[in-house]
């Protein structure tokens, strides 16, 4: 089967998904979480298969981390999905009620966005996510792994098709796209895909928005801001900088930049650099910062660099507005955090922070579909569209007005003896 008949078998069955009942659904996410279970060795071994060929390849390390599927990633998938079924469906969620007149009743209800393309990069889970997340919402998926994972990835995809089709999810519902050559011709298919989800660079998501004419939900780099205020407690500071840096340096939301404020950083920088040091951390600083601690200098182009590694950027600044401007000049509009004490700072820099996730007094790491309670994510989206953040179910969501009458027409309600619309509010409840 080529890409365009892959999207259009979909784009055919997407209309039998978004009927399939949350009951059913939850069926085929715990049907997936079984087979990944009980095929777990052979997952590992073309995990095992991957990653030899990526380390021949000399994939770079953070790459490398990200391709690992062991069985600790196994039970992660798998605890996904179990927090999935237990979120209720979203398909046929009434959004609002309206009484336009007697008899005549306007609803606004929830429904799948149809046929999502989503390319990624080399972290198999993702692939388990965005699956159970689309099944879940009710969207048929077309997947684009990266080429390091092909193995893992081409298992994964065997098995959640088997497994939902067994539950008696329409066939047809996901496809797994393989080569470069496959992502171009998907890019074509505007009649049959409703939305792209290119997770990369702001140059990979760029270049999909300029050779496609399907819309584009995109997600770009995460350089992610940790701003220690005047007013922060700085043992707490240590700690959330730490976390957010280093708990897993190869993701979009790890820490890239370290911001503090003059005030403090004589106390806090010899301290968190002798924390960097204890965990192979190469810092980079602002003059200002060398002045205080011996670190390798930072140059401009790190300050726009997502580094996904154990390096991270310091800079000084002599105020809150200062962090301000650097986090809206130089960030990504992802995940930015600010460490205080004093409760109008904080609501200062999250007023004005121009970015998707803005955080007190917590890691960056928390940037996340799962420890948001969405169940999962496809992204996490930049942009200022329906979506924004960790893109969960309620992003793979988009409505459908519908309007109950009996007999109504436009022409009573015109010309000299028009009716009046009552435009009342109801109750919400399902439409019948």
Same mark, same amino acid.
């Given at each position: 089967?080529?890409?365009?008949?892959?999207?259009? +078998?979909?784009?055919?069955?997407?209309?039998?998904?978004?009927?399939?009942?949350?009951?059913?659904?939850?069926e085929?996410?715990?049907?997936?979480?079984?087979?990944? %279970?009980?095929?777990?060795?052979?997952?590992?071994?073309?995990?095992q298969?991957?990653?030899?060929?990526? !380390?021949?390849?000399?994939?770079?390390?953070?790459?490398?981390?990200?391709?690992?599927?062991?069985?600790?990633?196994?039970?992660?998938?798998?605890?996904?999905? +179990?927090?999935?079924?237990?979120?209720?469906?979203p398909?046929?969620? %009434?959004?609002?009620?309206?009484?336009?007149d007697?008899g005549?009743?306007?609803?606004?209800v929830s429904c799948?966005?149809?046929?999502?393309?989503v390319?990624?990069?080399s972290?198999?889970?993702?692939?388990?996510?965005?699956?159970?997340?689309?099944?879940?919402?009710?969207?048929?998926?077309?997947?684009?792994?990266?080429?390091?994972?092909?193995?893992?990835?081409?298992?994964?995809? +065997?098995?959640?098709?088997?497994?939902?089709?067994?539950?008696?999810?329409?066939?047809?519902?996901?496809?797994?796209?393989?080569?470069?050559?496959?992502v171009?011709?998907?890019? +074509?298919?505007?009649?049959?895909?409703?939305?792209?989800?290119?997770?990369?660079?702001?140059?990979?998501?760029?270049?999909?928005?300029?050779?496609?004419? &399907?819309?584009?939900?995109?997600?770009?780099?995460?350089i992610?801001?940790?701003?220690?205020?005047?007013?922060?407690?700085?043992?707490?500071?240590?700690? &959330?900088?730490?976390?957010?840096?280093?708990?897993?340096?190869?993701?979009?939301?790890?820490? !890239?930049?370290?911001?503090?404020?003059?005030d %403090?950083?004589?106390?806090?920088?010899?301290?968190?650099?002798?924390?960097?040091?204890?965990?192979?951390?190469?810092?980079?600083?602002?003059?200002?910062?060398?002045?205080?601690?011996?670190?390798?200098?930072?140059?401009?182009?790190?300050?726009?660099?997502?580094?996904?590694?154990t390096?991270?950027? &310091?800079?000084?600044?002599?105020?809150?507005?200062?962090?301000? !401007?650097?986090?809206?000049?130089?960030?990504?509009?992802?995940?930015?955090a600010?460490?205080?004490?004093?409760?109008?700072?904080?609501?200062?820099?999250?007023?004005? %922070?121009?970015?998707?996730?803005?955080?007190?007094n917590c890691?960056?790491?928390f940037?996340?579909?799962?420890?948001?309670?969405?169940?999962?994510?496809?992204g996490?989206?930049?942009?200022?569209?329906?979506?924004?953040?960790?893109?969960?179910? !309620?992003?793979?969501?988009?409505?459908?007005?519908?309007?109950?009458?009996?007999?109504?027409?436009?022409?009573?309600?015109?010309?000299?003896?028009?009716?009046?619309?009552?435009?009342?509010?109801?109750?919400?409840?399902?439409?019948?």
């Amino acid at each position: 089967m080529n890409i365009r008949q892959m999207a259009m +078998k979909a784009k055919t069955v997407s209309p039998q998904l978004a009927a399939v009942n949350g009951e059913q659904k939850n069926e085929a996410l715990a049907a997936i979480a079984e087979a990944l %279970v009980r095929h777990q060795d052979e997952i590992l071994a073309a995990n095992q298969a991957d990653l030899r060929s990526a !380390e021949h390849d000399n994939l770079p390390a953070p790459l490398l981390k990200r391709l690992k599927f062991d069985p600790a990633k196994i039970q992660e998938a798998i605890e996904g999905l +179990k927090s999935l079924q237990q979120l209720p469906n979203p398909v046929g969620t %009434v959004l609002s009620g309206m009484e336009l007149d007697k008899g005549l009743e306007l609803f606004k209800v929830s429904c799948p966005i149809g046929v999502v393309g989503v390319i990624f990069e080399s972290r198999p889970d993702a692939l388990v996510q965005i699956s159970s997340l689309c099944l879940k919402s009710g969207n048929a998926v077309l997947l684009k792994g990266g080429t390091e994972a092909s193995r893992t990835n081409k298992v994964l995809a +065997k098995l959640i098709d088997r497994a939902t089709c067994k539950a008696g999810i329409p066939e047809g519902w996901i496809g797994l796209l393989e080569t470069r050559a496959d992502v171009q011709e998907m890019l +074509k298919q505007d009649s049959f895909i409703d939305l792209i989800i290119p997770r990369g660079s702001n140059a990979f998501v760029g270049y999909i928005m300029d050779h496609s004419r &399907i819309p584009v939900l995109g997600h770009a780099d995460g350089i992610c801001h940790v701003y220690v205020d005047k007013y922060a407690d700085l043992s707490m500071a240590e700690k &959330i900088t730490l976390d957010s840096k280093c708990q897993y340096v190869a993701v979009c939301n790890a820490a !890239e930049t370290l911001l503090v404020h003059q005030d %403090v950083a004589g106390a806090f920088l010899p301290k968190m650099k002798a924390v960097f040091d204890a965990h192979q951390v190469e810092q980079r600083g602002c003059e200002r910062t060398r002045d205080i601690v011996d670190v390798l200098p930072a140059v401009k182009a790190d300050w726009r660099t997502e580094y996904l590694d154990t390096i991270i950027s &310091i800079k000084i600044v002599d105020s809150l507005a200062q962090a301000i !401007e650097h986090i809206n000049r130089y960030g990504s509009g992802h995940t930015d955090a600010i460490v205080t004490r004093d409760a109008g700072r904080a609501e200062t820099f999250m007023n004005r %922070v121009d970015s998707a996730d803005v955080f007190l007094n917590c890691s960056t790491r928390f940037s996340d579909g799962y420890r948001f309670g969405l169940g999962a994510e496809v992204g996490i989206s930049t942009n200022k569209i329906h979506a924004r953040g960790p893109v969960g179910m !309620e992003g793979l969501m988009i409505y459908q007005w519908r309007l109950m009458g009996n007999g109504h027409v436009v022409s009573d309600y015109s010309g000299p003896r028009a009716k009046l619309f009552t435009h009342r509010p109801l109750k919400l409840s399902s439409p019948s």
